[in-house]
């Protein structure tokens, strides 16, 4: 009964207000409202079509102000939090939906039109009464890849940028080192047509259910979007482009693009950030191409934080627990950056240096003047055993020096095997703290235990693994875990990294495996991490073929890997070498 009253009191008051009178019992609200709205602005862009804006101001502005506009192709209604935040702290804010996305006009194809169109828009905001002629740019993964595709344009009053978890096509989109995987379609689904299509992105035993149609069926994947339902002439064209050419170059800033940027950069990203490869490929980029000048106004932070985390970060993320500083007020820190670019204010506090990371297990920030500042030393470890690696009971070995065991170790993957993946969960809430993959690799990979640490030790950066394998087969999937192993026997993921085989030169010429030759692959991808590891823990290292309902499956044929099926399968009997003339080792970045 009381809320039945309480709905009816609520109904009361909303029709006293349409109807201009005050509710018994309740006091004219005499505040003033916070900002104010226009409400779909059309905002022309060079080929005549207009993109869609709802423009947030401070109310009853009085002079012109810095605009700030998110570019995405979820609906600008998903921020608009966002926008009234930076509008009551004196910032103009636009919410523009991307072409053929909202209610913008034109047809959307990912990735594609937004450098152009986001230069259009940045001219035309900086032409509005209320524009001071200063213009930037706010969003994170789609909308952080916006920002350094508007930037490679060059729009002369784009004053900064700001990009969190910004996904770099070619790279870590619609797929990551050549691996493409169930979630662009996923992906491409929730920005299909003009609606938001949230419940249905988010609908993960849906998908799950899906991925696993394809997965026990051995069917292409380039049928996965008529498997969903949803064909896609976006996907389609994507699996038509397993590497990063020409059409996802068009997307990026060249190296000259990346030689003229002059404005101040704040890059943001995490360490389970799914796009971090990108955010660090930008900076990457930007380091060495840059010049000297702009590199010094380039900051970089690296946070505890998952992706959705590089923008509002949580004290949890899979399963791990972090301190109280891991929670940053990002939107303060946005508002710090732009009032010191753009309003002539203080420099934000906490950017003591150009590289800010968090230390996870000190539970504190740590500064560096540059990447290559963070770690002075390197910790080289030998993989090595007496014939058994086989799994984390029978586990090979990883010693800072080399063994005098077996040369070798092996296993076998059968992509017909479908036990791995249907070991899987179709959701992991702590997935960094769960053993369950290392537990079900069924004999299709190998795992190596190092020595228990002595002292508490910090690894921050990037994981080097080279590999000496040989196999029978001209192509295979292959990935690699680190893992801190806690003295009571717990697990935390450290890093991964995966590689196709034919790729293993160059990600963008396929080179066959030379079949039953001993040849080097160098897993140079691993995510960025930075860790105490604790007194008594110890490192596992786990190398497998990938078999897994969320991955593209490689049926080791050789041929176009997204037209694959269970008929094209070849079992792959891959040998691990580690003898005299081959040592596989794997580095770390250590800080002393």
């Not at 207000?17 to 059309?42: F, H, I, S, Y």
């Not at 396929?510 to 105490?532: G, I, L």
Request: hydrophobic share 40%.
């Amino acid at each position: 009964m009381r809320r039945i009253f309480s709905v009816l009191a609520t109904v009361a008051i909303l029709m006293a207000a349409w109807c201009g009178a005050t509710p018994v019992g309740k006091a004219q609200e005499k505040a003033e409202p916070a900002v104010d709205l226009k409400w779909a602005v059309k905002i022309p862009v060079r080929d005549g079509v207009a993109l869609n804006a709802t423009v947030f101001l401070p109310h009853a502005q009085k002079e012109p102000l810095p605009v700030v506009f998110t570019f995405t192709p979820y609906i600008g209604d998903s921020y608009t939090d966002r926008a009234i935040y930076f509008a009551k702290h004196g910032y103009v804010y636009a919410l523009v939906d991307v072409r053929g996305r909202g209610n913008s006009g034109g047809e959307f194809e990912p990735f594609v039109n937004d450098g152009r169109d986001g230069y259009d828009v940045v001219e035309w905001l900086a032409k509005q009464s209320y524009c001071n002629g200063k213009v930037t740019m706010w969003g994170g993964s789609y909308a952080g890849f916006d920002q350094w595709s508007v930037l490679k344009e060059f729009p002369p009053h784009l004053a900064t940028i700001v990009p969190a978890a910004a996904a770099h096509p070619g790279l870590d989109f619609p797929f990551q080192y050549n691996l493409f995987g169930p979630y662009d379609e996923q992906w491409l689904t929730f920005t299909s047509g003009v609606t938001s299509n949230g419940a249905l992105f988010g609908s993960s035993g849906f998908w799950a259910s899906k991925a696993r149609e394809m997965y026990n069926g051995h069917l292409a994947f380039q049928d996965y979007d008529k498997i969903v339902g949803n064909p896609s002439k976006v996907f389609q064209k994507w699996v038509q482009h397993p590497t990063p050419d020409a059409y996802y170059d068009a997307m990026i800033p060249t190296p000259e693009n990346y030689k003229k940027i002059s404005v101040p950069i704040l890059t943001i990203t995490g360490h389970y950030d799914g796009d971090q490869p990108g955010a660090f490929e930008y900076y990457k980029r930007h380091m060495k191409y840059g010049s000297e000048d702009a590199k010094a106004k380039h900051y970089l932070i690296i946070g505890p934080w998952d992706h959705a985390g590089t923008r509002t970060p949580r004290a949890e993320v899979g399963g791990l627990k972090f301190g109280p500083a891991s929670l940053v007020d990002l939107n303060k820190l946005h508002q710090e950056w732009y009032d010191w670019v753009m309003k002539g204010g203080g420099k934000p506090e906490f950017l003591k240096k150009r590289v800010a990371y968090y230390l996870v297990g000190a539970e504190e920030w740590k500064y560096a003047d540059s990447l290559e500042a963070v770690s002075n030393a390197k910790l080289t470890l030998y993989l090595g055993s007496n014939g058994a690696a086989a799994d984390v009971f029978h586990a090979g070995e990883l010693k800072e020096t080399r063994g005098a065991g077996a040369g070798s170790d092996k296993w076998t993957y059968d992509p017909l095997d479908t036990r791995p993946g249907n070991a899987e969960t179709d959701d992991e809430p702590a997935g960094l703290t769960s053993q369950r993959g290392v537990l079900n690799l069924f004999g299709e990979g190998v795992v190596y235990s190092g020595e228990t640490f002595s002292a508490p030790t910090e690894i921050t950066g990037f994981v080097k693994l080279t590999l000496w394998l040989a196999m029978d087969v001209p192509d295979t999937d292959l990935a690699a875990e680190l893992y801190e192993i806690l003295p009571d026997g717990g697990s935390v993921e450290l890093t991964s990294a995966a590689m196709r085989a034919r790729y293993r030169n160059s990600p963008r010429e396929a080179s066959p495996v030379p079949v039953e030759k001993t040849d080097k692959y160098v897993f140079d991808n691993f995510t960025f991490f930075s860790r105490r590891i604790a007194k008594g823990s110890r490192l596992r290292l786990a190398i497998h073929s990938i078999n897994s309902i969320n991955a593209e499956k490689n049926y080791n044929s050789g041929g176009v890997v997204a037209a694959e099926t269970g008929k094209d399968a070849k079992t792959a009997h891959i040998t691990l070498v580690h003898d005299g003339e081959h040592a596989s080792v794997l580095e770390l970045p250590v800080v002393k």
